[in-house]
């Protein structure tokens, strides 16, 4: 679904200064890709949204930005007229939770690790942006919470909701269709490109790689893997994930243990052989690198058995 708004008449009548009279701008669009059967993934322009649909309804699967809701809504109706019957949320950041209270006006059950709804309703600050958020409205908190792995059937199929907290934030979970052969990951997988670890959140790179390694276990060369960025996914992309954060940990702990500062390490160009590949998201490789400097500790490098 592609959708422009040519911003003319009406950008000179409300006196828009960054829009000039003959200036087409975006407006925000949502792609629709089939994954298998009954499930499909919408690309909106913050994090990958899974959607499962049947004759019970739709499961959705985090909501995207706020701001890309009506695309997301209308791509939705383009799958299924049904209703959604529960939205889950991967873990609390907004790109993830921001279309939540829409959502929920559609008459959507909202679920989620405690750790989101705890989050999304005190706010958070993301200290490696240097970036408040404030506080969500009532109607975008998870109204059911929990902690452990739970499954739930649904158009008759079995859906695993899996908890991996201490990974990628404290409130993670990803979810498994076990029939269906499909995994939507959250972001605990950014495919081709490098992730963001919310320390300030209770991220740690090793709780990455940890649920990565339980991922790995369920599937297998067939599996659809969703994940929380990027396009649709195979085992071997995450394995290649898994792998290069491993590498990456170890590189930075190595050089922690040799006492060097981070601007020597940053001098020795230390991951210039995945620049081209992976440097090319939101993150460059710079600042992906200052971001994980600052979470990986000697003591949490020798305690992980990798």
């Known amino acids: 679904m592609h959708s422009k708004l040519i911003m003319t008449l009406a950008a000179c009548a ?36 899974g959607v499962f649909s049947g004759e019970d309804g739709v499961f959705m699967i985090d909501s995207s930005y706020e701001k890309n809701s009506a695309a997301v809504k209308a791509a939705l109706k383009s799958i299924h007229d049904g209703p959604v019957k529960i939205l889950m949320n991967t873990h609390w950041h907004q790109d993830h939770t921001g279309g939540n209270a829409h959502i929920n006006e559609m008459g959507a059950k909202l679920i989620a690790h405690k750790n989101v709804k705890k989050r999304l309703e005190t706010g958070q600050r993301i200290e490696a942006f240097d970036r408040l958020i404030e506080p969500a409205e009532e109607a975008a908190l998870p109204e059911e ?39 939507q990951t959250g972001d605990l997988f950014f495919n081709g490109r490098w992730p963001f670890i919310d320390y300030s959140s209770g991220g740690d790179i090793y709780g990455v790689i940890a649920a990565t390694d339980q991922i790995l276990m369920l599937v297998d060369d067939e599996t659809k893997i969703i994940p929380g960025h990027g396009p649709l996914a195979s085992k071997a992309d995450l394995e290649e994930y898994n792998q290069v954060l ?7 702990s190595t050089a922690k243990s040799k006492e060097q500062s981070l601007n020597e390490f940053m001098a020795t160009s230390p991951l210039a052989e995945y620049e081209e590949e992976w440097g090319g998201g939101f993150l460059p490789t710079y600042k992906f690198i200052r971001i994980i400097w600052d979470g990986v500790t000697l003591d949490m490098s020798e305690e992980e058995d990798f």
């Open 14 to 49: 409300l006196l828009i200064p960054t829009v000039s009279c003959a200036e087409e701008v975006e407006v925000p669009r949502a792609d629709v890709v089939n994954v298998r059967g009954p499930i499909s993934m919408i690309q909106a322009g913050g994090g990958n949204i």
């Open 145 to 183: 919470t929990y902690l452990e792995a739970n499954e739930i059937i649904l158009n008759g199929q079995t859906v695993k909701i899996i908890p991996a907290p201490y990974a990628h934030t404290d409130g993670d979970s990803y979810v498994y269709w076990p029939d269906l052969n499909v995994v």
């Open 246 to 252: 491993r590498n990456v940990a170890d590189r930075v």
